[in-house]
């Protein structure tokens, strides 16, 4: 089984571009870059020159001296045994982070040999990017992908009923069995997460345990990662920081409090960690706001924020929630599981495009989820992981602000009223399109 990635669009749209320049494409370990990028070249390409940084560490030779592309691109010739060609080859540099000079020969590919499709990739550009003195954004496009959407998956495992999702076209209750159907999918998504062999798995076999022993693997990698590519320095409070937190969710209001990963901590203590692992992409930071206003971003609060995986079954895999949890109650809220939702619906976000987004409080006695920009409006978004609805908070914010649209995502059907849209967890990924129907 084969995941249908929505990112497959943007790449063909960067292929068609006459302003097209050598593409970075970041991403977390195994979310599917290398696959995507191997089938987007066997689609649309003649053929596809394929070179690994990690694997084929004498790739690194071809620019130790002054880097000329043309000589470049002769020896990557005769290193793949095909004659490279402008338009009609795909030219792969997967794990480019390995060899920094070939991440700065990209601005010489576009200076002087714009004409040829050049694509690097890797698990941790973010970091390297970060690292890199004068690398000239400006030479280059990006495109980020994440782990699948549960779009993607629901694609993948029920077809039909993506397809009933994508063709809703008004804010109206869906049919019950539709319903329940589309919540049984999204308890698996939730469990497994969004990494493509994870869900393939499970889609081919209906294996939960040897799906599960993929995700494991997953999470050795990244914490691999940690000792092989992170300042030595930084590993211990990597590894401390990475473990804690599920706790940090966990607690009541979920704001990330470096006193509680280790005693007596400060932001200078761990702040190198932290910037490491968003970087990386293994983690994503909300910021809090106390005034909703345009532009969200100038009223972000950096020094207090939450702390959220970029994939839910990473978090529970680190939090050891048992599948069984999310795939058999009838109500999954609690106070983490409540916390894996809002995990969720972040993720969701972050593939949907949607930035900034916040969260807000109010003298510790109010608390909304997240706060997004659409358009001219700050939309507040209210996430209930059960059947519970009661929303205190919600409320505050809307006799407060007088918002003209408000968002809840809970289980509870598809309805608009008095301003206030509820949204099924399960239509996150039709968001934009039902905010359009308003």
């Keep these: ?186 308890r698996d998504y939730i469990a497994l997460g969004g990494m493509p062999e994870v869900l393939c798995s499970y889609i081919d076999n209906h294996d939960f345990v040897a799906a599960g022993q993929i995700l494991a693997e997953i999470v050795n990698a990244y914490e691999l990662d940690f000792s092989r590519h992170a300042p030595v320095k930084d590993i211990p409070k990597l590894m401390l920081l990475w473990h804690a937190i599920p706790e940090c969710l966990a607690r009541e209001n979920a704001k990330f409090i470096y006193g509680e990963v280790r005693h007596g901590a400060r932001a200078k203590d761990l702040e190198d960690a932290l910037r490491w692992l968003q970087e990386s992409g293994l983690v994503n930071k909300i910021n809090h706001v106390k005034l909703p206003q345009l532009p969200l971003s100038a009223y972000e609060e950096r020094r207090s924020f939450k702390l959220y995986l970029s994939d839910t079954g990473v978090l529970r895999r680190l939090a050891k929630l048992p599948v069984s949890v999310i795939i058999t109650n009838k109500d999954i809220f609690g106070e983490f599981k409540g916390r894996l939702i809002e995990n969720f619906v972040q993720q969701e976000f972050k593939t949907l495009g949607i930035d900034p987004v916040c969260y807000w409080t109010s003298a510790a006695a109010a608390e909304v989820d997240f706060v997004i920009q659409h358009g001219e409006a700050i939309v507040p978004v209210e996430v209930k992981s059960g059947l519970n609805l009661c929303s205190r908070s919600l409320r505050v914010y809307r006799e407060r602000y007088k918002p003209a649209l408000s968002i809840r995502c809970s289980l509870q059907n598809l309805k608009f009223d008095n301003g206030l849209l509820n949204v099924p967890l399960y239509l996150i990924d039709e968001l934009p399109r039902l905010m359009a129907l308003l």
């Design 1 to 186: 089984m084969k995941i249908e990635r929505q990112l497959m669009n943007s790449l063909i749209k960067w292929k068609d571009s006459t302003v097209r320049k050598p593409l970075i494409l970041r991403g977390v370990r195994q979310c599917g870059k290398t696959w995507l990028l191997q089938e987007f070249g066997q689609r649309h390409f003649e053929s596809t020159a394929y070179f690994n940084f990690e694997n084929q560490e004498e790739l690194s030779a071809f620019f130790e001296r002054e880097i000329d592309p043309e000589r470049i691109l002769l020896n990557l010739g005769v290193m793949a045994g095909i004659h490279l060609e402008p338009q009609k080859t795909l030219i792969i540099f997967d794990e480019i982070q390995n060899c920094p000079r070939a991440l700065n020969s990209l601005k010489y590919f576009c200076e002087q040999k714009r004409e040829y499709a050049i694509v690097a990739a890797g698990s941790l550009l973010g970091v390297a990017l970060s690292a890199q003195v004068g690398f000239p954004v400006g030479k280059v496009n990006f495109l980020d992908l994440t782990p699948c959407s549960f779009a993607e998956y629901l694609a993948a495992a029920a077809p039909q009923l993506a397809e009933y999702c994508h063709s809703i076209n008004a804010l109206e209750p869906l049919p019950q069995p539709f319903c329940t159907r589309l919540e049984t999918h999204l």
